[in-house]
Nanobody, 117 residues
């Protein structure tokens, strides 16, 4: 089992920045990809960014490229999402995700990000 705990959400004005953190615990050696997803009211959950736990290959949704950066600190078992130049359309609940080679998925409880115009 893997436990994921997000933190760092909040209210920010458009153009501002936030950094989300996701602390992993449990059977973390089994995780090969970690990522951030978001879900806005009335919309489906969507991928924001992912990073491999090995060499750190990253992938971003087109909507956040150039503004968001995903990174990891393996020593702290933590993944970060640095969000710059935030827009009102970035408002959503952000979820941390862990994916294992065996195909298991783990989710955090989510953290609210609200961007005011």
């Amino acid at each position: 089992q893997v436990q994921l705990v997000e933190s760092g959400g909040g209210l920010v004005q458009a153009g501002g920045s936030l950094r989300l953190s996701c602390a992993a615990s449990g059977s973390i050696a089994s995780i090969n990809v970690m990522g951030w997803y978001r879900q806005a009211p009335g919309k489906q959950r969507e991928l924001v960014a992912i990073i491999t736990t090995g060499v750190g290959i990253t992938h971003y949704a087109d909507s956040v490229k150039g503004r968001f950066t995903i990174s990891r600190d393996n020593a702290k078992n933590t993944v970060y999402l640095q969000m710059n130049s935030l827009k009102p359309e970035d408002t959503a609940v952000y979820y941390c995700n862990g994916h294992t080679a065996a195909g298991s998925l783990y989710w955090g409880q989510g953290t609210q990000v609200t961007v005011s115009s």
